[in-house]
């Protein structure tokens, strides 16, 4: 039988489903000012940039609106890659401020079988560059171009090396030193987070251009620390047509007050530097963080958002990211009103697809592989109605 604690950098680690402690989620549509929303009207005008705002404050810290320019430049252009069923594209977007840039490498591949714009899946890649390999010598199921593109859809990705290095000590070099340094000096500032989704926008910039794209059909993909980044990203960038989370867990989809496998206190203490640094204050004070991460879903409606769970992978919390997606129904029902999830986790390998909403819970590890694809693929046919 599973154990039912752990110890992790000095700290107990809980996976027993009864000692989580009971918990009070902070109110997602009642106002600061204490109004309850009961209307798209109210939500989208005041609760929806209030808890942006918190989020910012607390959490990710501020994403800043203004740069100076941004070029594109098409470094690779081959129209008959993958045995001629995909154009392949690759893209230097280059983001200036202040007389500095930054550049993210786009990879791009879009299906030759259709005519019509396509609908694509952009992957914030946070593993080895080699998962997106254009030349597709590699192949990987955290990123499955040539199955993705069988059904019909692009597929692209950006790592995020590109923007904020995946580590404490040298997360700067890129987006935050270069482009925007004064975040650095401010306890709300973005850090890493903030800025691989603040990077995702910019790829999301270059996608409404490109021809070969429908803009309107833009499904912004993450795991694990990806997710959580597609997540912000998606809540912050109404462009993004769909959001796809997989594995995200803490700060990600999981609730943080269940306290259940990491807390933030632990990634805090590990992953600091993907957070503000106001993060910092809830480490050990879930209570007082006046969100909590159901408001993050909430921020997606009424797009469709996709979340995902390994049974392996309970550091993540898999029933909290459930609840997290069940508590975030009421604005789900402010323009759905018959949309209903069951409050209990769905089995193991049978999805839950309730209209725009898609969950599962599969066997296995913590990953992002052929088997979320494949079903990311079909719950995206029907939301885009490419079938
Ligand atoms: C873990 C981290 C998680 C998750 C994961 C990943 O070590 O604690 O929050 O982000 O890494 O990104 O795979």
Redesign the pocket.
Known sequence: TAQKQDRFMGETVNYDEDSVPPYVLPPLLKTLKGKTVSNTTTWEKVRRPEIIHLFEENVYGYTPSAFDSIRYRVTNDEPAAMTGRAHLKEVAVSVWNRGKSVTINLVLFTPNKQSRPAPVFLLIN?RGKRNTDPTRAVKSEFWPAEMVIDSGFAIAAFHVSDVAPDNKTNYQQGVLDQLFPEQLGRADGMKAIGAWAWAASRVMDYLQTDPAINPKQVAIVG????G?TSLWAGAQDQRFAMVVSS??????ASLARRQYG?TIS??NK??GYWFNDNYKKYSHNEAALPVDQHMLLALIAPRPLYTTNAVEDR??DPRGSYLSVVNALPAYQLYDKKLTLPLEMPATNKPVWKSAIGYHYREGK?DLNLYDWTEVVRFAQIQFKTK
């Open positions: 946070n795991h694990s620390r990806g959580k594995c995200s867990g803490s700060s990600g990491e632990l990634i590990q992953f550091w993540a913590h």
